[in-house]
């Protein structure tokens, strides 16, 4: 079946730590974002990319960091940069820049 | 400026109809989506508006008027597993960017 996969489904990060949330699709989608999910606020675009080697910045895109290495993945580093970390993050995808989205099941973030 | 206001939370009971209200201001427009989404899950596509009027999918409806900007999701016969977060967003004139509002947690009661 295609689909989005994001992983881990849980992640904790201790001050100071880099860390990176995997996201992979097989729907052959040009284009993938990541969005950070807040209560009570609606999904913020941190990072897009249109096609492979080529991504822009949303708009929260400060303390983050991705790369478009492949067609199918786009992996997002949360650095140390990012003070307030703790979110829910969703990797998304579409056929073209802004077409309809598809979503993966979402990362949790938390600080230690 | 960008801004998309739905309510916070609604509560309706098993078998009976909910409409779910999305106003917006955005910088243009291109289309308008809702998307369903369960506690801790994916969001999923159920509607997409870019024509003013009625679009009706099974139990599901959206409705658009561009010159008001505001859209509704009608849900009929509700069901227990329709208890979810629904999200309103827009897609700009300039194709760069959905505008997502801050969604609305419906709770179905027996």
């Known amino acids: 079946d295609g689909g989005i996969t994001q992983s881990p489904k849980y992640l904790f990060r201790k001050e100071g730590q880099n860390v990176t949330l995997s996201c992979e699709q097989n729907l052959n989608h040009d284009a993938m974002y990541w969005y950070r999910q807040d209560p009570g606020q609606g999904l913020r675009l941190i990072y897009y990319?249109?096609?492979?080697?080529?991504?822009q910045k949303g708009d929260i895109a400060e303390g983050y960091s991705v790369s478009r290495e492949k067609k199918e993945s786009f992996p997002l580093t949360v650095t140390s940069a990012q003070k307030n970390p703790t979110a829910f993050y969703l990797c998304?995808?579409?056929?073209?820049?802004?077409?309809?989205?598809?979503f993966g099941s979402g990362t949790q973030l938390s600080v230690l | 400026g960008q801004n998309i206001d739905q309510p916070t939370e609604m509560t309706a009971t098993e078998g009976a109809i909910v409409q779910i209200n999305c106003t917006y201001q955005?910088?243009?427009?291109?289309?308008l989506f809702w998307y369903q989404q369960h506690a801790g899950e994916a969001p999923t596509f159920l509607s997409y508006n870019v024509l003013d009027g009625l679009e009706e999918k099974g139990r599901f409806s959206s409705f658009l008027s561009r010159s008001k900007g505001y859209s509704y999701l009608l849900l009929k016969e509700l069901q227990m597993k329709d208890s979810a977060s629904y999200l309103c967003?827009?897609?700009?004139?300039?194709?760069?960017?959905?505008?997502f509002g801050p969604g609305t947690r419906l709770s179905v009661l027996p």
């Open positions: 967003a827009v897609r700009d004139n300039y194709g760069q960017n959905f505008v």
């Open positions: 955005t910088s243009g427009f291109n289309g």
């Open positions: 990319s249109q096609i492979v080697n080529d991504f």
């Open positions: 998304a995808s579409s056929i073209a820049l802004n077409e309809k989205l598809f």
